[in-house]
Structures are given as structure tokens and as C-alpha cells.
């Protein structure tokens, strides 16, 4: 029944690993995004992709790499892992990227690093 | 530049009375939307309402209403008969109909509803 899934909902990692998130939406829209929200709360985009092509690319790091296997899965991978990447990702999708159709987000992964 | 702005950080509300948040908006397209957000203790986030540039009504969902003023550029929220599950975050958010698909949000309200 879920919209949009992310897995982990919490990961804890030290500084320099690799960690990934995945997100899945089972609504059967074209397009999928992910958010940023720092510790006070402030929401940011930092890519997103429509049918499996990247459209924004919000100059994040290049340690930062999304993947989308297909149109319901956009997972991200993050390499040498920062304090400052510590947040929470969302995951969201809408219908599709052109027009001003809402998008639906996903429970969020709240990422620890130490 | 697209800018959102909600200059109230927190805000109190009595139990059954009505609220309403702040937005206001910065935008040189002539098509866009405009969104509201709730994102509870819980965190994950709830689209509540959405108004589009050219619809001459103010949006409403069950409790919400969205107060739109084009030419004051401003979206407040509305949420009528307060209770206390509406104790939350609240993020205004915007998005231009052009080539540029992202939501840009406000630093958000968190509302209290006191019993």
C-alpha cells in the first residue's frame, strides 16, 4: 500500500564509508527526486530524474551519485562519507516533471555520521 | 530567483479555533504552484493543499483552505477548527512551470494546538 518506500529509515555510519538508499514509488509516476533536510529543518532538492533521466542536478558534491534502474526505483549512493551529510533524505515522486502536479514523499532516512 | 518565505517560525493555537500560517512568494513566471506541506513529529511529510497560479478560487481540502493573493504574492494557510494532531511543521512550497521540475520550500512554521 505504501507510495513511496525508502529503506534504511535510519542508518549510523562513520566518516568514509559508502552508504546507499533506495526508494521505490508504486504510484506509476515518471518522475522521482530526492531531498535534503538539514538539522533545521530546511528542505533542499539535489536531483531529480524523469523516466530514468537526471533533469536536476543541484551542485551536490560529486560523492553523491543517483541511480535509477527504472522509472519506480531513484536510489542514492554516497561515497566518502562527511559529518556534514549528516540529515534527512527524502525520497519523493509526482506524475510528471513538466506541469505543477505535487509530488509525494517517501518517510524519509535519517542519515548519522560520526 | 525563486524565494519562499514564512517569517513565522512558531505560532500557538488554541483547540478548535481556526489559523492561519504565512507564505509569501517571490516568482517572474507567470505559471506556477503553490503547495503546502505538514510534516509531523513522526517526519514524514503530508501534502495538505495546492493552488495554481491561474485558478481564480482558493483551493480548500476538508480543513485547509489556501488564501491566495496574487498581487500580494502571498499563499497563507488556513486550517479551520484546530486539533490537536495539527501540531506540526508546515511548509510553504513553490514550483515554476517551466524546465525547472523542483519544489523550493520555506523554512517552515511549527504550529502548536493547545488542548
Known amino acids: 500500500d505504501t507510495a513511496v518506500s525508502q529503506t534504511p529509515k535510519y542508518l549510523v555510519t562513520q566518516m568514509g564509508n559508502d552508504k546507499s538508499i533506495k526508494c521505490e514509488q508504486n504510484?506509476?509516476?515518471?518522475?522521482m527526486y530526492w531531498y535534503k533536510q538539514d538539522s533545521k529543518k530546511f528542505l533542499k532538492i539535489m536531483f531529480s530524474y524523469n523516466n530514468k533521466e537526471l533533469i536536476i542536478n543541484e551542485t551536490v558534491p560529486n560523492r553523491f551519485s543517483p541511480k535509477s534502474p527504472d522509472k519506480a526505483h531513484l536510489n542514492l549512493h554516497i561515497n566518502s562519507l562527511e559529518l556534514g551529510d549528516s540529515a534527512v533524505y527524502f525520497c519523493?515522486?509526482?506524475?510528471?516533471?513538466?506541469?505543477?502536479?505535487?509530488?509525494?514523499f517517501g518517510p524519509g532516512t535519517r542519515l548519522t555520521v560520526t | 530567483a525563486q524565494k519562499i518565505t514564512q517569517t513565522q517560525p512558531g505560532m500557538f493555537v488554541q483547540e478548535k479555533e481556526a489559523v492561519t500560517l504565512d507564505c509569501t512568494y517571490d516568482t517572474s513566471d507567470q505559471s506556477y504552484g503553490l503547495f503546502w506541506y505538514k510534516q509531523p513529529s513522526s517526519g514524514e511529510m503530508i501534502f495538505l493543499i495546492y493552488q495554481g497560479s491561474y485558478d481564480e478560487q482558493n483551493a480548500t481540502e476538508g480543513r485547509y483552505s489556501l488564501n491566495f493573493q496574487k498581487a500580494r504574492k502571498s499563499a497563507n494557510l488556513v486550517i479551520s477548527a484546530s486539533q490537536l494532531g495539527d501540531s506540526a511543521m508546515y511548509f510553504c512550497?513553490?514550483?515554476?512551470?517551466?524546465?525547472?521540475?523542483?519544489?523550493?520550500f520555506g523554512s517552515g512554521t511549527r504550529l502548536l494546538v493547545r488542548p
Open positions: 512550497a513553490m514550483r515554476e512551470a517551466d524546465s525547472s521540475y523542483k519544489l523550493i
Open positions: 519523493a515522486s509526482s506524475q510528471a516533471a513538466g506541469g505543477l502536479y505535487e509530488q509525494y
Open positions: 504510484l506509476g509516476h515518471d518522475t
